[in-house]
């Protein structure tokens, strides 16, 4: 079977770009024909990526042409698909051009704001995923969403490689607390109230300290906040970490703290859980799909940074509790491995023949 795999890889590290890899990797593994088509290509000459605007329509008119020329050699269309602007200019193309060429396509739909998206713009898209031979969702969350279009969806977890990581209990010590956050330095992931949250809590706890594991554009005004709250010596800006990397910061670890104001189905939270880590989290968009309060993980408000320092505070306080509800969310992450996720994703392919 001849599968194309059409979605972005890293740099940078984004979760769509991690499983896009992870994917093309482990079916290829499976003994499958498989061909990646980036939607994120390098710039050929590379004086282009330093372009404005012109490097935006160059790199799409590449994309477009390798569509129009490749799309019909393949089985089927593996297609990583997400919200806003990146469906129109990455998705639709796909999906009508495979239509166009009568090749089935499996949209692996991933965006964290599929809910106001579809509300702004279903009769646009409509179309378009009514032409999907299938649609795929890592979530409860987003197969709620789609049913209130009508659509048909089947869960297939996000796929996390548990080999890399090594399993720790944490040991939650006042003297030596420490939390990181492994997410890009974007609007929507606020990692500001993480640091105002941490800020607050280290008044109590002054021995604590945080990573912070990520880059993006709001980098400096992080930094500027994290000075002028005087954390410079608590809280460490690691930038873009390559996996080892990201492992061996969280076998360092203590406590995840995820702040995000939109989210579907995070990595971030899988990869913790998967190394014991106790996980603090916002209960926005599919978390709470993908993790249970006071069971698997602990959840509150977003924007709400004295809530992160309260329960920062009552992990310490109820060290027992806190260790066997990571216990209980290291176990849940069974089902993102790959042996659990790619028959799945086989079965779908060869139901498509």
Not at 101 to 130: H, S
Not at 161 to 187: G, K, M, Y
Not at 242 to 268: C, F, G, H, W
Request: charged share 20%; aromatic share 8%.
């Amino acid at each position: 079977m001849r599968i194309a795999i059409v979605g972005p890889i890293p740099p940078p590290n984004g979760g769509m770009a991690m499983q896009t890899k992870q994917l093309i990797r482990l079916m290829d593994e499976a003994g499958f024909d498989v061909t990646h088509i980036a939607t994120n290509g390098a710039y050929r000459p590379a004086v282009i990526g330093h372009i404005p605007v012109v490097r935006a329509l160059f790199r799409l008119c590449v994309y477009l042409f390798t569509l129009l020329r490749s799309l019909k050699s393949f089985d089927v269309i593996h297609l990583m698909a997400n919200s806003g602007w990146s469906f129109y200019l990455f998705a639709m193309p796909v999906i009508y051009i495979a239509s166009w060429y009568k090749v089935p396509v499996v949209m692996n739909y991933r965006g964290g704001l599929a809910d106001e998206f579809f509300a702004k713009d279903w009769r646009w898209i409509k179309g378009a995923i009514t032409r999907v031979k299938k649609v795929i969702v890592p979530s409860d969350f987003l197969k709620q969403i789609f049913e209130k279009y009508d659509v048909v969806t089947t869960i297939v977890p996000n796929i996390v490689d548990l080999t890399i990581f090594d399993v720790h209990q944490p040991a939650l010590n006042d003297d030596s607390l420490h939390v990181v956050v492994t997410r890009n330095l974007e609007l929507i992931y606020d990692n500001k109230t993480a640091i105002e949250g941490f800020a607050l809590f280290s008044k109590q706890y002054p021995n604590a300290t945080m990573s912070i594991a990520g880059t993006g554009e709001q980098r400096s005004e992080l930094e500027h906040q994290v000075a002028s709250l005087e954390l410079n010596e608590r809280i460490h800006f690691l930038g873009r970490l390559e996996r080892n990397e990201m492992a061996k910061l969280y076998s360092s670890a203590d406590i995840l703290l995820n702040t995000s104001l939109v989210d579907n189905t995070p990595n971030s939270i899988i990869e913790a859980l998967a190394c014991g880590l106790v996980v603090v989290s916002s209960d926005v968009g599919g978390i709470p799909c993908l993790v249970s309060d006071n069971k698997h993980a602990f959840l509150i408000p977003p924007s709400a940074p004295q809530r992160v320092a309260d329960k920062l505070i009552e992990v310490l306080l109820n060290k027992k509790t806190a260790q066997e509800i990571a216990l209980n969310g290291h176990n849940m992450v069974t089902r993102f491995t790959p042996e659990v996720v790619i028959p799945q994703l086989i079965t779908i392919y060869q139901g498509l023949r």
